[in-house]
């Protein structure tokens, strides 16, 4: 049983340029969940989408991100016009139904270096 | 709103002492709380987890007691191996379902 997949494992883009980043979940697990590290942080939540529906974008910044899950397909997280600040790891975890009762798997991470 | 904060780091210790590492936090409601592991390069893997109050999580020799009258979450193991250096997250789950994380503590173990 795979895990979670997500490709590519590190993406350089230069300032201005667009990022998209993919998320498959494990078989079965129909929620998927983004978020983000710093450099020397912790995990912060973006967003969490089900199938072809967004859930909760709270800790999605207001312009240039977006993400979505379509119903075949992996989840896509986007980045517009990127900026030296959005340099980070983004992990994808997804879960089989809601995480008050099954755990969130993560992936290996997204490492985007913006030059 | 709700966070998590633990002890900062990097802790240094060598093999077979004792391990704590703190953790407190702060939520509306009643959340569920989560020790996660990250090895270098890799993503978080979950350590253990405890639901309601008074549980235990253990898993691989480690321990953390869910005590809702202190909020607190502190990770122990009686004795760590130098396979156990990474950075450890605490983390909550409520309403909404996403992990709210604590920022991390690295682990470093000699030999």
């Known amino acids: 049983n795979a895990g979670v997949m997500q490709n590519p494992r590190h993406l350089v883009r230069r300032r201005g340029q667009e990022a998209r980043l993919r998320c498959s979940p494990m078989k079965g697990h129909s929620h998927v969940y983004w978020y983000r590290q710093l450099p020397e942080e912790g995990l912060k939540f973006m967003v969490y989408?089900?199938?072809?529906?967004?859930?909760?974008e709270s800790g999605m910044p207001k312009e240039r991100f977006s993400a979505e899950f379509p119903k075949e397909g992996p989840s896509i997280l986007r980045i517009q016009q990127v900026v030296r600040g959005d340099s980070a790891a983004y992990f994808c975890?997804?879960?089989?139904?809601?995480?008050?009762?099954?755990?969130?798997?993560f992936g290996p991470g997204t490492r985007l270096t913006v030059t | 709103g709700d966070s998590v904060t633990q002890m900062e780091g990097p802790v240094t210790l060598s093999e077979e002492a004792f391990l704590t590492i703190n953790c407190t936090y702060t939520a509306t409601g009643y959340p569920s709380l989560f020790w996660y592991v990250q090895y270098p390069g890799e993503g978080l893997q979950l350590l253990l987890k405890?639901?309601?109050?008074?549980d235990k999580g253990s898993n691989k020799g480690f321990e953390a007691t869910y005590r809702k009258e202190t909020t607190s979450f502190h990770l122990e193991k009686g004795s760590v191996q130098v396979s156990d250096s990474a950075v450890y997250f605490c983390a909550l789950s409520e309403k909404g379902n996403k992990l709210v994380f604590g920022a991390g503590t690295i682990l470093r173990v000699k030999s």
């Open positions: 989408l089900q199938k072809e529906n967004i859930i909760d």
């Open positions: 405890a639901t309601k109050a008074d």
């Open positions: 975890a997804s879960s089989q139904v809601d995480s008050s009762q099954y755990e969130q798997y």
